[in-house]
Nanobody
Framework: QVQLVESGGGLVQAGGSLRLSCAAS????????MGWFRQRPGKEREFVAH????????YAANSVKGRFAISGDNAKNTVYLQMNSLKPEDTAVYYC????????????????WGQGTQVTVSS
């Protein structure tokens, strides 16, 4: 069993930055793919980025590539999402998730989810 807790959301002006954290407990997530998803108002949940710990591979959606970066800290069992050059359309609830499938990008492939953290970008 894996428990995930996100933090770091908040209100920021367009062009600003935030760093989200996802602390995992219950089991080492070194064998999982850790992903970030977001759900914008009135939209379906969408993939943002993932990191495959065992392979140290990362991948980000085109909509955030070059602005967002995912990373992990093995010692802290924590995954981060650094978000730069934020836009109002990045406003969403951001979720951390864990999957046993390498490189998963579909939310249905993720088994464990955090409660989400709100990110609001003002124009």
């Amino acid at each position: 069993q894996v428990q995930l807790v996100e933090s770091g959301g908040g209100l920021v002006q367009a062009g600003g930055s935030l760093r989200l954290s996802c602390a995992a407990s219950g089991r080492s997530f070194s064998s999982y793919t850790m992903g970030w998803f977001r759900q914008r108002p009135g939209k379906e949940r969408e993939f943002v980025a993932h990191i495959s710990r065992a392979f140290a591979e990362t991948y980000a959606a085109n909509s955030v590539k070059g602005r967002f970066a995912i990373s992990g800290d093995n010692a802290k069992n924590t995954v981060y999402l650094q978000m730069n050059s934020l836009k109002p359309e990045d406003t969403a609830v951001y979720y951390c998730a864990a999957s046993t499938e390498r490189g998963a990008t579909m939310s249905s492939r993720y088994d464990y989810w955090g409660q989400g953290t709100q990110v609001t970008v003002s124009s």
